[in-house]
């Protein structure tokens, strides 16, 4: 008798504990987006993996770079995939959200677009510049000054030295020698603004999803670790297992397959440096 319950308790066990793997498995992770390219690379190269490891996949599309962040924190989505560390690290600061980031993902950076001037080359389009053309930049300030770096990187203009350049806004240009007339506009308008202005400088997932080419960009940026885009989670959530799943799918094999096949336009993004080290891959 003393055996037989013995018996019955410990397969009482093990089935609560196979259910309880069955139901951290069949969890069900609701990702947020903002409008672009990072919804169709997890799609392919993401999804698919987390789906394996038993979780139900949800996904969830916002027009804008404010609402992923406000819905993660009121526990609408698990998870967001759309902004940059430091994007991400000004935002939760300034709404004092308690949100991190997890992992970086291969980027579609910033671009120089015009349908105005045919350049190909920064040198090319500074000869076509004339005083008083316009360029659109981002107008949130994190990636407003983000493009005036990308603008004195290229010897376009020049930012003040007693500022930190990662907060600039067009009020810290110290010269112009082009004329530029610089116009903020929501993110996510960008695209529309090359009908009438000369220049933009656009996020590759507004690029991407507005039907325009990377590899007609004038000119691209190469992004420092900070402005690479992240996997964003709730802090409180750092612990728990989903996040170390969707960290094993990202490290994998059929994830670099997915960024690194030639039908994608992924091949093109710049590739975080843990991504380099891991498969040394460089970037071009």
Same mark, same amino acid.
């Given at each position: 008798?003393?055996?037989?319950?013995? &018996?019955?308790?410990?397969?009482?066990?093990?089935?609560?504990?196979?259910?309880?793997?069955?139901?951290?498995?069949?969890? &069900? #992770?609701?990702?947020?987006?903002?409008?672009?390219?990072?919804?169709?690379?997890?799609?392919?190269?993401? %999804?698919?993996?987390?789906? %394996?490891?038993?979780?139900?996949?949800?996904?969830?599309?916002?027009?804008?770079?404010?609402?992923?962040? !406000?819905?993660?924190?009121?526990?609408?989505?698990?998870?967001?995939?759309?902004?940059?560390?430091?994007?991400?690290?000004?935002?939760?600061?300034? +709404?004092?959200?308690? #949100?991190?980031?997890?992992?970086?993902?291969? !980027?579609?950076?910033?671009?120089?677009?015009?349908?105005?001037?045919?350049?190909?080359?920064?040198?090319?389009?500074?000869?076509?510049?004339? %005083?008083?053309?316009?360029?659109?930049?981002?107008?949130?300030?994190?990636?407003?000054?983000?493009?005036?770096? @990308?603008?004195?990187?290229?010897?376009?203009?020049?930012? %003040?030295?007693?500022?930190?350049? &990662?907060?600039?806004?067009?009020?810290?240009?110290?010269?112009?020698?082009?004329? #530029?007339?610089?116009?903020?506009?929501?993110?996510?308008? #960008?695209?529309?603004?090359?009908?009438?202005? &000369?220049?933009?400088?656009?996020?590759?997932?507004?690029?991407?999803?507005?039907?325009?080419?990377?590899?007609?960009?004038?000119?691209?940026?190469?992004?420092?670790?900070?402005?690479?885009?992240?996997?964003?989670?709730?802090?409180?959530?750092?612990? +728990?297992?989903?996040?170390?799943?969707? !960290?094993?799918?990202?490290?994998?094999?059929?994830?670099?397959?997915?960024?690194?096949?030639?039908?994608?336009?992924?091949?093109? @993004?710049?590739?975080?440096?843990?991504?380099?080290?891991?498969?040394?891959?460089?970037?071009?």
């Amino acid at each position: 008798m003393k055996l037989k319950i013995t &018996t019955i308790l410990a397969t009482a066990v093990v089935a609560l504990s196979i259910g309880n793997i069955q139901a951290q498995n069949g969890k &069900t #992770l609701t990702f947020g987006f903002a409008p672009g390219p990072y919804s169709d690379l997890f799609k392919l190269g993401i %999804k698919p993996g987390l789906e %394996k490891k038993g979780y139900k996949i949800e996904i969830k599309e916002f027009t804008d770079w404010v609402t992923p962040n !406000t819905a993660l924190a009121n526990k609408e989505i698990d998870v967001n995939i759309f902004q940059h560390s430091r994007y991400l690290k000004k935002f939760s600061d300034d +709404k004092n959200l308690k #949100l991190s980031g997890i992992l970086t993902i291969p !980027t579609a950076s910033f671009g120089i677009y015009s349908h105005r001037i045919k350049a190909k080359t920064i040198d090319q389009l500074k000869k076509q510049i004339k %005083k008083g053309d316009e360029i659109t930049i981002p107008n949130d300030p994190t990636n407003l000054a983000r493009a005036l770096v @990308f603008l004195r990187n290229a010897g376009i203009i020049t930012i %003040k030295a007693d500022i930190d350049a &990662t907060k600039a806004s067009e009020k810290d240009i110290d010269q112009n020698p082009y004329g #530029l007339v610089f116009k903020p506009v929501e993110a996510a308008q #960008l695209p529309r603004t090359l009908e009438s202005v &000369t220049l933009s400088i656009i996020s590759g997932n507004y690029a991407i999803s507005a039907g325009i080419p990377l590899s007609s960009a004038i000119a691209r940026e190469r992004l420092s670790q900070d402005i690479i885009i992240t996997i964003a989670v709730r802090t409180e959530d750092l612990s +728990k297992q989903f996040i170390k799943d969707i !960290t094993d799918v990202v490290q994998s094999v059929d994830f670099k397959n997915v960024v690194e096949n030639k039908k994608y336009d992924f091949k093109q @993004f710049e590739r975080p440096q843990w991504y380099v080290l891991k498969w040394k891959i460089q970037n071009k």
